[in-house]
């Protein structure tokens, strides 16, 4: 009876555990598993019975695990969603949050809205612990259930968004002054001007430091961009709220006159800037003075678009340094015309060179004593075109400003040597060549290393003269030094050419070391 009650107990605890596995959410398969514990009626059924419930305590233990894991899983996710740095977050139609992370709930519940099922996209400001974060927000309307929600994400793009907005300084402001830079001056202009009624009229002032090189050259390139910043400061000072000042190049700035009611006005304006930048400025230790030359023009009577205007300014500015730098020049067509011309010279000299279209007179020089001819000089001339002929006066001094003087000097060197035998046969072996170097090219000591170089692999350099003027001797310390021994060793003759005025400083050649070369002073 005893055993019969055990056994009774037995069933009843069996029961009682799976009916608390089952409130625990067991597994609905393994609960198929259980089988119906029968009633034990004899000692035969009693090691059955016990092995039944073993495994029976096997499933229960099982399914306690695995709720303990389904918890600690949920516990990660949830910990893992409140940190996101992404906003997550489900709206019910009329804006209430139904779920939210950390994120989320930091900021304002959307206002109600009807979006069909197009997913809107929207950039949010929030405060929080960290500070002024800026989010990307979606939003996408959705039924689940039956039910309208708004599904919700943000991600933090802060560090994006400062990311693009130092880029976009980069690109639209000059590192050394914070003024706009030339990128972005074109811009406004260009939008400006597409925006232009036909009455309204805008300039562009084009501002070049006069000089500038020098004082970077005698206090330091630290002082000249220091003083650049303090130009650029002083100029913004004094232009109005409508206009805009851009630095666009070294020493080079650009302002926006908008609008310019009257020429009155613009002239004003001008001749303050100019005021403004002949006053001294303060720049460490030193007080340096400076003054700018302003080139002005105006929309639409110079130019329907910003290089158009820009360019003409350029133009006048350059005008106004031609005259008494520090002060200014308005365009007019006739400048233009005058900039045209020379551009298209300087294009046509430029293309001659290339093809070497070049033909060289030789000039002789006859001794009046006995009508002999005793040398030559020889005179360059550009083949225009297969008609005229340009004399040098026409063209060396732009090849000189453009640095295109060497290989033209080169060339005329190169025709003198070819033509030695035709000039003997002519006139005797005795005669004497000149060539002519310009003070700029006498000074320099490698072209002239290169010139006499050629001279001597001629194998008659005795034969020539280099022609230069005074100014090489007065003002060209490094051919003094250098060049004309150089000259001296080779054998050549280093000839003075002077238009009068140079001949009176000529005494201070004397204790020069040049006069080895046999000078000869002429005009």
Known sequence: MALSNDIMDTNKNT???????????????????????????????????????????????????????????????????????????VQDEEGRRLFENGVAAAQESPEQFDAGNKLIETEEN????????????????????????????????????????????????????????????????ERILQSKRGSDHIALAFIDLDNFKHINDYYSHSIGDALLVKVARRLAAHVRESDMLARISGDEFVLLVNPVESEEQLHTIVNGLLAELKRPFQVE??????????????????GLSYEALRRNADSAMYRAKSGAKGGAAFFDFDMGQTVAARMELEQRLRLAIRDRRFCCAFQPKVDIRNEEVIGFETLIRWRHDDIEIQPPGAFIGLAIELGLID?????????????????????????????????????????????????QASGCAERFIVEVTEDAFIEKRQFQMTCCPCCATSALRSRLMTSGQGIRRCPCLLTSPQTKSRLIAHS
């Open 15 to 89: 029961v009682a555990l799976i009916n608390g596995a089952v409130g625990k959410n067991a597994d609905a398969s393994e609960l198929t598993r259980v089988p119906v514990v029968p009633a034990v009626t004899g000692l035969n059924d009693i090691k059955n019975t016990e092995a039944e419930l073993r495994r029976l305590h096997r499933v229960v233990e099982q399914l306690r695990e695995n709720e303990i894991e389904i918890q600690r899983r949920n516990n990660l996710l949830e910990g893992l969603i409140e940190h996101l740095p992404v906003n997550l977050s």
């Open 126 to 189: 929030i405060s929080g612990p960290a500070g002024q974060r800026t989010l990307l927000t979606r939003r996408k309307p959705v039924r689940i259930l039956d039910q309208p929600l708004v599904l919700s994400t943000s991600l933090d793009i802060t560090e994006r968004k400062k990311l693009e907005k130092e880029l976009l300084r980069r690109a639209y402001s000059d590192d050394l002054t914070g003024l706009a830079n030339r990128a972005m001056i074109q811009e406004e202009v």
């Open 285 to 302: 230790a030193f007080e340096v003075f400076t003054s700018a030359s302003i080139g002005v023009s105006v929309h639409p009577e110079h």
């Open 407 to 455: 290989p033209i000097t080169h060339f005329v060197l190169g025709e003198a040597i070819n033509s030695i035998d035709r000039l003997d046969d002519a006139f005797g072996t005795g005669t004497k060549i000149a060539v002519n170097v310009a003070a700029k090219q006498a000074g320099d000591v490698a072209f002239m290393r290169t010139f006499v170089e050629e001279l």
